[in-house]
């Protein structure tokens, strides 16, 4: 794992804040949050779905998050302006989010009133900031840094999955306004979930068939088959990035180390310190595919549920953004939002070469 050291300190509701440092002593968990917060807010409850068989949040108190602020709350605390972040300078800073999704206290319970069955929103969220440079974005960050915050996701992943609580763990980014962020300051999240995802499932179920079948890894497969194909991005040693045959998105990348491994928390420092300069590379070609650069997306890790599956999954990072040509944005409309059912408008093979090209 890249190695890091990590401070532990305390916000002013009660939540905890990390510091991911590169070198010792930098005493930033000694800085007091002098903030008057109030109480801490709880997550809300989950419903069940019995259409879909799946988990549904309800967090009401998400609402009253801020709405791309003037004053952000993820620079670090300056002359006077009291953030999220009490320290004047971080690295890689990860805190509990202040308006969660999940985080409800382990014991309590839930209902079951005929076909309606609620149950306690446990788990938890937390916020990553890759820089306290409010005006960088993780693409003019320099690899190092990336690596920082990878090595960061890897160790929140088996702080969350030893928690008990938690059955699988996301660490995802978004950005650009058209994607919906509400703050633009470089920084992702972490949702430390109390079920496994529906996506998941889906692959792992898929993944199993696979194997039944065939006797092979079905992410192993896919992998060798796109390595040899048309839609390679970009590679090394120990990554691939291609666009997938059945990309749902106008530009969807998957991001393959070339060796299975379940989670972040098993992934060698040489695999990240690999990672960060490829996963740049196509951040890069991301932004040069259109003159208005900076294109929005979404990136989350795939990465094995805490107590299952894990002999099946392929640890991988997804990229999608919306953007469809120059100007223009995909909105999920009723056939993807009602009925699940994606239309491609670029094309896998165009929006390939338009990644290869652009840099």
Not at 311 to 340: P, Q, T, Y
């Amino acid at each position: 794992m890249t190695a890091f050291c990590l401070e532990s300190g305390v916000l002013a509701d009660g939540r905890q804040i990390l510091y991911f440092n590169t070198a010792d002593g930098a005493g930033r968990a000694s800085f007091a949050d002098k903030r008057d917060l109030g109480e801490r807010a709880r997550a809300g409850h989950m419903r069940h779905d019995v259409l879909r068989d799946e988990w549904i949040a309800v967090s009401a108190g998400r609402n009253a998050r801020p709405q791309l602020p003037v004053d952000c709350p993820l620079c670090p605390s300056r002359d006077g302006e009291l953030t999220e972040v009490p320290a004047p300078d971080y690295e890689v800073a990860v805190f509990e989010n202040r308006f969660p999704s999940f985080g409800g206290a382990p014991g309590e319970s839930g209902h079951t009133h005929g076909i309606e069955v609620s149950a306690p929103a446990t788990g938890r969220c937390e916020v990553v900031c890759f820089s306290a440079d409010h005006d960088a974005s993780l693409v003019d960050l320099p690899p190092e840094r990336v690596a920082l915050v990878v090595a960061a996701q890897a160790q929140r992943t088996a702080d969350l999955a030893a928690r008990g609580d938690v059955e699988q763990v996301f660490c995802f980014e978004n950005r650009g306004v058209e994607i919906g962020v509400t703050l633009h300051h470089p920084h992702g999240q972490i949702y430390g979930y109390p079920y496994v995802t529906p996506q998941t499932s889906r692959h792992l179920d898929a993944a199993r068939r696979h194997r039944d079948e065939t006797g092979r890894n079905l992410f192993g497969d896919i992998l060798e088959a796109e390595r040899k194909g048309p839609r390679v991005v970009a590679a090394n040693d120990l990554w691939t990035a291609f666009v997938p045959y059945a990309a749902r998105w106008p530009f969807e990348v998957h991001l393959y180390p070339n060796e299975r491994f379940a989670d972040l928390t098993e992934l060698p420092s040489a695999y990240i310190e690999a990672f960060a300069p490829l996963y740049l590379d196509v951040l890069r070609r991301f932004d040069a595919a259109f003159p208005e650069g900076r294109m929005p997306y979404m990136a989350g890790w795939h990465q094995a549920p805490v107590r299952e599956g894990r002999d099946l999954a392929w640890l991988r990072l997804e990229i999608v953004s919306n953007r469809r040509a120059a100007g223009k944005v995909k909105f999920l409309a009723s056939s993807e939002s009602v009925m699940g059912g994606f239309v491609n408008d670029l094309g896998p093979e165009k929006a390939a070469q338009i990644l290869k090209d652009a840099l």
